[in-house]
T-cell receptor, first 114, second 118 residues
Framework: QKEVEQDPGPLSVPEGAIVSLNCTYS??????FMWYRQYSRKGPELLMY????GNKEDGRFTAQVDKSSKYISLFIRDSQPSDSATYLC??????????????FGAGTTVTVRA | ETGVTQTPRHLVMGMTNKKSLKCEQH?????MYWYKQSAKKPLELMFV???????ENNSVPSRFSPECPNSSHLFLHLHTLQPEDSALYLC?????????????????FGEGSWLTVV
């Protein structure tokens, strides 16, 4: 079983729709959860960052973490063609040991149609 | 601009060539990373440096050789690569670890170097 599972898509939605992305994970020690956006032929850029469970909102973006279900989500409201990209989830644990490693999902490719 | 600059952006090399990828960060960070990104696969961590000291070599073949002369610069020396090594190589940086405890600060990526081995 992969440590982080993410549906690769592709996902195609009309402009203005809500985009829903999610990842599941197996390591209950994960405490930090991130979403990265990667445009074609570019490096990933940090989009959202949450610690532990709960919701976080930033403009049109909402990140949710449900640690009891080991499930994280990213919602994009009023989607725009400029939101077309690959979205990567990433997570890490906080331990006394050398655990700075991020575990990534494979990424979901999203296309927003004008 | 992410503050992490990688050169070259594209590289084509033969299996007998020797080349290097360069990374420079302008964020004042003290930890730097090399990741490999292949199609439809999660990012794979290759090497980690913290205050110029290598703290991670994630079972990477010896044909990849990292070098970190200072906290702002990171190199990946390549020699006798295989076609399956063709991928996007991403450099990243983050604040340093303190007492080997990860503070949870996230990392910042460069735009990557596209490598094709022929």
């Amino acid at each position: 079983q992969k440590e982080v599972e993410q549906d690769p898509g592709p996902l195609s939605v009309p402009e203005g729709a809500i985009v829903s992305l999610n990842c599941t994970y197996s390591n209950s020690a994960f405490q930090y959860f991130m979403w990265y956006r990667q445009y074609s032929r570019k490096g990933p850029e940090l989009l959202m960052y949450t610690y532990s469970s709960g919701n976080k909102e930033d403009g049109r973006f909402t990140a949710q973490v449900d640690k009891s279900s080991k499930y994280i989500s990213l919602f994009i409201r009023d989607s725009q063609p400029s939101d077309s990209a690959t979205y990567l989830c990433a997570m890490s644990a906080e331990t006394p040991f050398n655990d700075y490693k991020l575990s990534f999902g494979a990424g979901t490719t999203v296309t927003v149609r004008a | 601009e992410t503050g992490v600059t990688q050169t070259p952006r594209h590289l084509v090399m033969g299996m007998t060539n020797k080349k290097s990828l360069k990374c420079e960060q302008h964020l004042g960070h003290n930890a730097m990373y090399w990741y490999k990104q292949s199609a439809k696969k999660p990012l794979e961590l290759m090497f980690v440096y913290n205050f110029k000291e290598q703290t991670e070599n994630n079972s990477v073949p010896s044909r990849f050789s990292p070098e970190c002369p200072n906290s702002s610069h990171l190199f990946l020396h390549l020699h006798t690569l295989q076609p399956e090594d063709s991928a996007l190589y991403l450099c990243a940086s983050s604040p340093a670890f303190v007492d080997r405890i990860y503070s949870g600060n996230t990392i910042y990526f460069g735009e990557g170097s596209w490598l094709t081995v022929v």
